[in-house]
């Protein structure tokens, strides 16, 4: 019991710890060319989408997947799509592709992604979900499939 114990103040104290570190203060260094770089601020105050955003997501993942509650504000899909940048020809660049948004900053506080082992790292419409005439009919497809699931 004692070793257990011991185990749960060390567990605590390190999450504790790199909660407290994370960014230290200073803003995002990522510079892009995403939807989230010309707004003032995320779905939530920036500050606490710095260090409690991993709460909202597995919040709306319960309410997702459990109760079959699927909203907009803090799913993972609209994180993705306004977050990751783009590169000269309009390709969707990896949001944990090394030096993007995720990934930077994972590095910087040595935790794990782990949301890219099942979950698109790019959005599944052309740039900042425009729908521009760069859809094609697969798009249109996807996206009537979407817009179904969400009734």
Do not use: W
Not at 78 to 101: L, W
């Amino acid at each position: 019991m004692k070793h257990l114990k011991i185990s749960f103040l060390i567990f605590i104290l390190s999450v504790g710890i790199q909660n407290v570190s994370s960014h230290d203060g200073s803003p995002h260094v990522t510079t892009g060319k995403s939807k989230a770089d010309s707004q003032e601020a995320c779905v939530e105050p920036t500050e606490l989408m710095r260090k409690e955003h991993y709460m909202f997501l597995l919040h709306q993942r319960d309410e997702t997947v459990i109760d079959g509650v699927r909203t907009k504000k803090h799913s993972f899909a609209n994180c993705i799509d306004c977050h990751v940048s783009y590169d000269e020809q309009g390709k969707a660049i990896p949001i944990n592709a090394e030096g993007q948004f995720c990934q930077e900053c994972h590095v910087k506080t040595a935790t794990n992604i782990t949301c890219f082992s099942c979950h698109a790292a790019e959005p599944r419409f052309p740039q900042h979900s425009g729908m521009t005439s760069k859809m094609n009919s697969n798009d249109i497809n996807e996206l009537v499939k979407h817009i179904n699931n969400d009734k």
